[in-house]
DNA sequence: TATACTTTGTGAAAATAGTAACAAAGTAGG
DNA sequence: CCTACTTTGTTACTATTTTCACAAAGTATA
């Protein structure tokens, strides 16, 4: 990870940030158990983090427990969402409704964040004007009237590789910030927007090695996680 | 990363694999381009990875380049598919034949593999006995049956996170290998097994923290790749 | 063959991330 | 209010990962 994040003078990795958003989903969990106050060591309890960074993971941000005690659930929830912006809703627009992305126009993951896709484009004659999960496909030509209408700032790209780059420029031309990408492409954006890649199939090809070499390496944890 | 990876005496980390993956599908595409032999520098042109390190994670596994030259492309392609063991093909089973279960036996990212799905099951009676590009939808109770039958190592997890580690469960006893979990929870698994997860709702999550810091955090290096 | 240039492979150094240890702060019970 | 116990927040330490620097090996040209 060659990136580091500063924030108030403290840097950490993006991968707190990560961890940050999977603390949050145990901590939901744990609300709809009744329970109202915990310790780090029950937090990470299903989780593969230790208590100690569960704690540094949040020190970054502030001191969010009570000593002797522990976090009280409902409080930690909110600022963990507060850290990572949930409390805002972003509107979040899908580009390439194929497979993967009407799926993704479906996902109940997604369902569960504040933030939603509320518009969905491509550029197939035959899909444009269909209704997908109640969300209705636009033509890619009027990406940016739409996006500058709505104010979108987030832009998930489920386009093939081959045009993806081309989307991008066109994205950060309308002033995006954040690109979750799912085109099993790198692609270049200037400094100031984010992306995160999703790459389905370098992650299942990392796993035949695991699965290969089983017997042949040996692992200080086994867990490949 | 808590783990290590050791293979003869080298030890190095589960990223070098990831990055392996991706050199893999560079030079797939430059050897598109009819480029038969080429340098570290412009192999990683435009991947996010510096020319030392890729040296370095190959040099992991031998040395495959000839100084003053450079790689042949189409050794390396063979070199890197053999270490990853893409040059044995893995039959794969997927399990949740839901909207993204369906979504990934469409996705033509997989279907440049060597590897490929080759069943599905699912627990819900609408779903079992569909037909989804070309693989039919199996009961869920023939699991053990089909998989010790078509001898499967690897298994994609698209159920929903509360019948994830259930799921996981059986798979151990069938003496799976590797898991590719979509499901949002972190899964326990014994030593020996491998899984990688690809958490959606935690990488659009994360992104909005880079989103709504945008102008108040600094970063070493921009992209938060 | 000598010289200038290119590029790999790798050990050493620097940067980063994760772990451990513990003081500080709180609770509980007599 | 004193003692024993719990749990956080943070500093110091350890391990890992990445970058740097350069020798080794090759090419090309005169």
């Not at 199939?201 to 090695?209: G, I, M, P, R, T």
């Amino acid at each position: 990870m060659a990136d580091k994040i500063c924030i108030k003078k403290k840097c950490f990795s993006p991968d707190v940030i990560k961890r940050l958003s999977l603390y949050l989903r145990n901590l939901r969990k744990i609300r709809k158990e009744n329970i109202t106050v915990i310790s780090s060591a029950k937090i990470i309890e299903f989780l593969n983090v230790s208590a100690e960074q569960f704690r540094k993971d949040l020190s970054y941000f502030g001191g969010f427990g009570k000593r002797g005690v522990g976090y009280k659930v409902e409080k930690l929830i909110k600022e963990i969402e507060a850290i990572l912006g949930i409390n805002k809703k972003w509107p979040i627009a899908l580009i390439g409704a194929g497979k993967l992305g009407t799926a993704l126009l479906k996902f109940e993951g997604f369902s569960k964040l504040n933030s939603r896709i509320t518009c969905a484009f491509d550029s197939d004659k035959g899909k444009i004007g269909k209704i997908i999960n109640g969300i209705k496909i636009e033509d890619i030509k009027s990406l940016g009237k739409i996006i500058k209408e709505k104010e979108i700032k987030i832009a998930i790209i489920t386009a093939p590789p081959e045009k993806a780059q081309g989307i991008v420029d066109e994205l950060v031309c309308l002033k995006i910030r954040g690109i979750l990408n799912f085109a099993p492409v790198i692609l270049k954006i200037p400094d100031g927007i984010f992306i995160s890649n999703v790459d389905m199939a370098c992650e299942l090809e990392s796993l035949l090695f695991f699965v290969k070499h089983k017997d042949g390496l040996v692992m200080t944890e086994t867990k490949a996680q």
